[in-house]
């Protein structure tokens, strides 16, 4: 199957309509304003900086506030009920804000809206949403709101399908040390329990020359810690030319020049291979934390999951990887009460990150979504027995991370000083190479710097550190 690429010429029309909103919008006083809110993960936020480099080119300045939005988007997240029910909440409340400034215009786009149930939804009783849009389409936002704003009525373009790669969309990036860059769209692994392969669509790689140019441009301009996307990385390439896959991929990444870090997320542990955990060992620029979801420790279970490995195979991964990189930071997520699962099965999962000691945990509630196979699949446990069975789950999770965090302290890592905080006594934050947060005082000049910082307490979730004098 052949990737459809936009080419340039759609993107470039897509940019020309940008000048044409900006003309509209220079005529006016002062700025119009835009908010974006963005749910769910880290694809979505790579998303929302898109359409609001979109926005930023029509004229756009960006507010917080709803009641001042000229144009409102919510980048939804569809991969779990309570996420959905949270963005239908806020898109309720909306219409005050909608009361306070007529011709206020609300856009809906994301992953919820590549549900054709949800999209009905929203058409018959959410009248007060001018705009829906779907992942396929956020290429020609600048299109869509322009039909909007000529007031042609409600605007719905939800095509599905198998998807698109864009390159040349702005980006207005919201940090200056941090990035996102996805490597990859969509996935193909189906796993029984997930929405996200029928929302955005079937796996494709951007071509390496695009990712290696975005890279290099972001580095010039100050990034110093960078994180590659895709829903299962280390598929990247399959779809392109003999040679080409993610090790590959990072380890081109790694010759560009710059100090910086690369990060990736997410790998799938049927596809992770001793390949990239040499190149992980090889390259200093990569960081030191795998993010490697297992999802389950039971056999049965993880073959009801379609996760396609089994729970031994996992822990020789994990070995395999250790043995190459001892001081990795790793972590999981993990479904607690798929149906159909015992709490004599849930217990295999409590047995394997007491094996593995995961640094920390994503843990979730199996959650119905409607189209995919283990919706249909009966339950066994009461949602009470699912809830004791979770925070089992977190409590020897914490127990884990806090050991592990006091074996931090007096230990010297350098770190990507990072921000400013909100502690006055701890003014500043930084993160390890492997992604802990660290707090510390220090002047402000350092944000941006790689230091090395001595850790002197520690708490479950964070850690405590000084400037090391030489350092
Ligand atoms: N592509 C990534 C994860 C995407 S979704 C991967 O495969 O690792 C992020 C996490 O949400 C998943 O790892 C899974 O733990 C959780 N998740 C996905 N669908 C879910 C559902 N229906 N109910 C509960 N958790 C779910
Ligand atoms: Fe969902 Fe599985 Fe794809 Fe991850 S790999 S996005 S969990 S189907
Ligand atoms: Fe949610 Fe879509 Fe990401 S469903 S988790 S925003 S890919």
Redesign the pocket.
Known sequence: MAVIRRGEEEIRRQREICAQIAERNAARATAPLALVDTYG?QQNEADSERLRGYLREMGYAFTQEEDRADVIVINTCA??AHAEDRVLGNVGALVHAKRQKPGQILCLCGCMMGEPGMVEKIRTSYRHVDLVFDPHSLWKFPELLQRVIERRGRVFDTPGGDGSIAEGIPVARTGRLKAWVSVMYG?DNFCS??I?PYVRGRERSRRPEDILAEVEALVADGCRDITLLG??VNSYGKDLGEGMDFPWLLERVCALPGEFLVRFM?S?PKDASERLFQVMAREPKIAHHLHL?F?CGNDRVLAAMNRRYTAAHYLELVEKLRAYLPDIVLTS???VGFPGETTAEFEDTLRLIEKVRFDALFT?I??P?EGTPAAKLPDVLTAEEKQANFQRLVDAQNAISHQIHQGYIGRTFRCLIDGVGTDPRNNLTARTNSGRLVHLSGPECLVGQFRDLVIEDATTWALFGRLKEDG
């Open positions: 993960c991969v779990r996935c329990y997930c996200v829903q299962n997410t799938h979801p999802q997520d993990v479904i979730f199996y959650s979504r």
